[in-house]
């Protein structure tokens, strides 16, 4: 059995973004997208427990109570987040390998209005996409960024930690969930008391911790937090819907007042099939966006991201086209990816065959 120091350096030579661990199978890696064996080793129960063991060290006993555990540390020379789980009664794994250093935020592909983020001095900007949608990434790249021109105090919660920062204008604490603190929820009552500039919440999971996200806002701090969704609409309608109808009203009106931003990603295959270039939707909070939030209107803020292309917003499906235009992707990519499948269709052609279900 190959040792988990040689796992993450033969995944890293082969470019791959994740390592899957389980019992009966060899060590599976995702290589632009798509899984493929390590070796031909099939990992016995012994195995399993052992690697799980060299990454959990003394809170391995942990998985036996909960049944999973979330960790980061630094393997071989990757920062690597580490999930264990229990599956059939053997620990399994699943690993992400992050970038070992923090990129430039100008590197990553990202339409042009993102480099205005890290001037924001308050408000709730959002990122959002599916796990493995390169969220952390851009996160961290902004963070950074910030990191590095302005002179404030920045506090990350997260669970676990993924990148790690060197402080250089700014001040930056890091913490935890399990470790420095018991919840998100908890962590950022604290937060309030000590003394941010930025805050960075790894994830908006209920309704407690999206209220006192949107309070550090209104108190004039900046925000940035993640969702699970797929477009800007969605990330709104999904915080609202986080809360019983008679609250809902309230949320809005913070929301309309404090947001920002939303960028919604997603990550795709390039065009010849090596490699991966993120697809983002960018929705800047205009006026009548803030009206429609505030009165419930959320259908309509897709045709007012459409008008707001002027100030360097851009919806996903115009995003899949305009990377099918300049050779990044391929025309069956964007129209696989699309929120409107027809209409990428008819502006980039190619495609399967007509009658072909295309799964959104």
Do not use: W
Not at 239 to 246: K, Q
């Amino acid at each position: 059995m190959k040792t988990i120091e040689e796992i993450v350096t033969i995944a890293n030579e082969r470019r791959a973004s994740d390592i899957h661990i389980s019992c009966g199978v060899p060590v599976m890696l995702r290589v632009d997208g798509e899984l493929e064996k390590l070796d031909e080793d099939v990992l016995s129960y012994e195995d399993c427990e052992n690697l799980g063991k060299r990454l959990a060290a003394d809170r391995f006993s942990e998985i036996l109570h909960s049944g999973e555990l979330d960790l980061a540390e630094s393997i071989s020379g990757s920062r690597v987040r580490i999930n264990l789980y229990r599956s059939k009664g053997s620990v399994s794994a699943a690993l992400r390998i992050l970038h070992d250093h923090i990129p430039e935020l100008s590197t990553l592909g990202l339409p042009k209005v993102v480099a205005e983020f890290p001037t924001y001095s308050k408000g709730i900007i959002l990122v959002t996409g599916e796990t493995g949608s390169g969220k952390s990434t851009t996160m961290a790249s902004i963070l950074n960024e910030i990191n590095h021109t302005r002179r404030e105090h920045i506090i990350t919660l997260e669970d676990p930690i993924e990148y790690l920062y060197t402080d250089d204008k700014c001040l930056i604490s890091q913490r935890e969930i399990g470790n420095d603190t018991t919840s998100y929820a908890e962590g950022l009552r604290a937060i309030l008391r000590e003394d941010p500039d930025v805050i960075l919440i790894g994830e908006m999971r209920d309704g407690e911790t999206i209220e006192t996200a949107l309070t550090a806002a209104e108190t004039g701090h900046l925000v940035f937090a993640t969702l699970h969704t797929n477009s800007a609409v969605d990330s709104v309608d999904r915080i609202v819907g986080t809360f019983p109808a008679e609250k809902q009203q309230q949320i809005r009106m913070q929301l309309s007042t404090t947001l920002k931003a939303v960028l919604s990603q997603q990550l795709l295959v390039r065009k010849g099939g090596k490699g991966r270039a993120a697809a983002c939707e960018a929705m800047i909070v205009t006026p009548a966006i803030r009206n429609q939030i505030r009165e419930g209107n959320t259908a309509q803020m897709q045709s007012s991201l459409l008008g707001s292309a002027n100030i360097g917003a851009i919806t996903m499906d115009n995003c899949l086209i305009n990377m099918v235009k300049t050779n990044v992707i391929e025309p069956q990519t964007a129209i696989e990816a699309a929120n409107n499948a027809d209409y990428v269709k008819q502006n980039v052609g190619g495609g399967r065959p007509a009658g072909f279900d295309v799964r959104r």
